[in-house]
């Protein structure tokens, strides 16, 4: 089965299909970390907008803040 391990993080992807391995692997370009363990986000926001961007759904059924 091909796969590939990406050099930056060292995730290993996959595939029975080649032509598949190739679009995970574009697609895992895209939002690798570069380090394992490290925290990422695939939302970026303006530094300077603290607002939230759904305001209906920012609390949970608890009401408790769903975003830190």
């Known amino acids: ?3 590939i391990i990406c ?3 060292g995730k ?3 595939h029975e299909n080649d ?3 190739k679009i995970e ?3 895992h370009k895209k939002f ?3 380090t394992q363990g490290k925290s ?3 939302m970026h926001r303006d530094l300077n907008n603290t607002s939230y961007m759904d305001a209906e759904r920012c609390n949970d059924s608890d009401g408790k803040p ?3």
Do not use: A, G, H
């Open 40 to 42: 990422y986000s695939y």
């Open 19 to 21: 032509y598949t391995l």
């Open 66 to 68: 769903i975003l830190k």
């Open 32 to 34: 690798c970390r570069k």
């Open 12 to 14: 290993k992807l996959f």
């Open 25 to 27: 692997q574009s697609v």
């Open 1 to 3: 089965m091909p796969e």
């Open 7 to 9: 050099k930056d993080c």
